[in-house]
């Protein structure tokens, strides 16, 4: 199931998708769906690795001071 959404673009912008449509040869609509998946798919990532990252601090689980130095390690 589909439905429609409107948005407003600048100028530079709607050329510049206008562009890409027409040398992809795919629609201003299928480049438009495409990147909002994207954007999506990664901005859900970061905010996924983000709570993690706070539940774990919430709960002491932090890396030890020879873990620490031990990844130094490997990149000194």
């Known amino acids: 199931m ?4 409107t ?4 100028e530079t912008l709607k050329e510049r998708l ?3 449509a027409a ?9 438009a769906v495409d990147a ?3 954007y999506i798919e990664l901005n859900e ?3 996924q690795e983000i709570e993690t990252a706070l539940t ?14 031990d990844v130094f390690k490997k990149w000194s």
């Open 7 to 10: 948005i407003r673009l600048d």
């Open 56 to 69: 774990e601090a919430q709960n002491g689980d932090f890396a030890t001071k020879e873990q620490v130095d």
């Open 23 to 31: 040398t992809s040869h795919r629609t201003k609509s299928f480049l």
């Open 45 to 47: 990532w970061q905010m």
């Open 36 to 38: 909002i998946e994207k």
């Open 18 to 20: 206008n562009k890409l």
């Open 2 to 5: 589909t439905t429609t959404m």
